[in-house]
């Protein structure tokens, strides 16, 4: 059967950046976005451009007999999930990325739609995946978390929480899928340089400034640590978590604070 990957919202972005990777490498890909359409349109770019066979599903967060239909479908291309890079997420932060869901304010259906898409439809994914993997006794799951799942920032309680939800599963199915040479690792982006970030402008809270190695990540630099993760490369790696995130998350407090702080003073 023909080595694949299948990359949940690939259609653009991180997921379309991670397609991209595998497909450089002779892998070939399957997708999944909300819209069927957009995820065909993006199969075919990725066909187009290195010869491989992709394919792109429309699938939504509630119907796990859709999964089913979506891998059974694979199956019948004579193809095997040798990796799933699970990226798709529900944000949580409502209509406004810069204000996010306030804690009073935001509904329980809210709170629940972020849990329901980053852990109960990955874990529909993953299992699916899994089934196959197990026959073929080898296959790797990759989760692309956020390093917010250990440090909270403002009015993202439901995303956070999901996050470190998903940290937790990927260690789960480390040790429950490893006799059947199954690996689960998870990626930890920071600021990714979106279009949505983008976008933001000056109510941007996150930029290079803030990190140790003066930048934020580019599409590719999580596609690199989910290829990693996801490929032979990391053949003896499982259960572990890898942070793609400029250095953000290793210090105490952004170096720029000091620089504000004597500004300050001098102004004093």
């Not at 080595?3 to 997921?15: D, N």
């Not at 204000?99 to 299992?127: A, C, Y």
């Not at 940290?167 to 982006?189: E, F």
């Not at 000056?202 to 930048?215: A, C, E, K, L, Y």
Request: proline share 2%; glycine share 10%.
């Amino acid at each position: 059967m023909k080595k694949s990957v299948f990359v949940t919202g690939g259609t653009s972005g991180t997921g379309f950046a991670t397609c991209e990777k595998f497909a450089q490498a002779g892998y070939n890909v399957f997708m999944c976005s909300r819209s069927a359409e957009r995820a065909q349109e993006a199969a075919e770019k990725i066909a187009a451009k290195y010869g491989v066979h992709a394919k792109g599903y429309g699938l939504g967060i509630r119907d796990e007999e859709a999964v089913k239909a979506v891998f059974a479908d694979i199956d019948a291309q004579d193809c095997f999930v040798e990796t799933v890079v699970l990226n798709a997420a529900n944000m949580g932060f409502g209509n406004n990325p810069a204000k996010g869901l306030d804690f009073f304010e935001q509904s329980i259906e809210e709170f629940h739609e972020v849990f329901e898409t980053n852990l109960v439809w990955n874990f529909m994914i993953v299992r699916q995946a899994a089934i196959r993997m197990r026959e073929h006794g080898k296959g790797a799951i990759v989760f692309i978390s956020s390093n917010t799942a250990y440090r909270a920032i403002p009015n993202r309680a439901a995303y956070s929480a999901s996050k470190g939800g998903i940290n937790s599963l990927s260690k789960c199915l480390a040790v429950d899928l490893g006799q059947y040479g199954i690996r689960s690792n998870v990626v930890l982006p920071g600021t990714i340089k979106t279009e949505r970030w983008v976008n933001m402008g000056n109510t941007r809270i996150v930029d290079g400034g803030f990190t140790p190695i003066g930048d934020i990540s580019d599409f590719e630099d999580i596609a690199n640590a989910a290829f990693y993760l996801g490929t032979d490369m990391a053949k003896n790696v499982t259960g572990t978590e890898l942070t793609v995130d400029g250095g953000m998350t290793c210090q105490l407090y952004p170096q720029l604070l000091n620089v504000l702080k004597k500004e300050k003073l001098e102004q004093q």
